[in-house]
């Protein structure tokens, strides 16, 4: 697979945990790019993309918009994009993305899961949708509290 920059990227910040450090614990982030070299013992769910170096190891699920897998995880692994795994990565658990791509030599033991565009945006829409109601519902709950209130008061 052919090695790919992994530079930084405009208008987003990028999270680096070393080789040698472990981390206890879930990571959420809005960054760019997180890459993992070091150890992570809890779940990452990131809206940006995820890189697994050749030291690196996640034990716990993924969210991220794409994973590039040279380490290894143990865990679920949801990218939304695709998720890349190099010849020496292994991916111990189950993976739904839109577009896989994996050197020969790579692991993966679970269930894979190709989800279409299509269904990504309409996921998306129904999920923002959802919000709304939830929060309309919300909305009308404490409005009804103030008319229970109010009933009382008279």
Request: glycine share 12%; hydrophobic share 30%.
């Amino acid at each position: 697979m052919a090695k790919k920059n992994r530079g930084n990227v405009a208008n987003g910040e990028n999270t680096v945990i070393g080789a040698g450090t472990t981390i206890s614990g879930d990571i959420v982030s809005d960054s760019a790019i997180i890459r993992v070299d070091g150890q992570v013992n809890g779940g990452v769910n990131t809206k940006g993309d995820l890189v697994v170096g050749p030291t690196g190891v996640i034990s716990g699920d993924v969210v991220a918009s794409s994973v590039n897998l040279a380490g290894k995880i143990t865990g679920d692994v949801d990218a939304a994009k695709k998720i890349e795994i190099e010849a020496k990565g292994k991916l111990l658990g189950n993976i739904k993305t839109q577009l896989l791509a994996m050197d020969e030599t790579a692991v993966i033991q679970g269930n894979v899961n190709m989800t279409e565009e299509e269904e990504t945006e309409e996921k998306d829409k129904k999920d923002e949708s959802d919000d709304k109601e939830d929060k309309d519902k919300s909305d009308d709950d404490k409005n009804s509290d103030k008319d229970e209130e109010k009933d009382k008061e008279d």
